[in-house]
């Protein structure tokens, strides 16, 4: 089993920044990739970036690319969403997810942090 906890979410103006933290802990030998996600209540979960936690392969979601980096401390197991020119529009819940590679895969979620970006 891996366990996630994210951190860092909280109430920010328009244009603004922020840091999501995501710390793995347990199993965490077999997790290749990370991820944030987000979601608002009544929408689908809508991806938001990925890290191949070996290479460093990133990915980015349409709407949040060039303004959001998603970066590693492998020493510990540790992702960060930083987020700028923030939007009304990226007020969600973001969540965390590890995926590993162990027999049987399987992917894991964080408990979610909040993010509210006022106009």
């Known amino acids: 089993q891996v366990q996630l906890v994210e951190s860092g979410g909280g109430s920010v103006q328009a244009g603004g920044s922020l840091r999501l933290s995501c710390t793995a802990s347990?199993?965490?030998?077999?997790?290749?990739?990370m991820a944030w996600y987000r979601q608002a209540p009544g929408k689908e979960r809508e991806f938001v970036a990925a890290m191949h936690w070996r290479d460093g392969s990133v990915y980015y979601g349409n709407s949040v690319k060039g303004r959001f980096d998603i970066s590693k401390d492998s020493a510990k197991n540790t992702v960060y969403l930083r987020m700028d020119s923030l939007r009304p529009e990226d007020s969600d819940v973001y969540y965390c997810?590890?995926?590993?590679?162990?027999?049987?895969?399987?992917?894991?979620w964080g408990q979610g942090t909040e993010v509210a970006v006022l106009s």
């Open positions: 347990g199993r965490t030998f077999d997790v290749f990739a």
């Open positions: 997810k590890a995926d590993d590679s162990g027999a049987p895969a399987a992917e894991y």
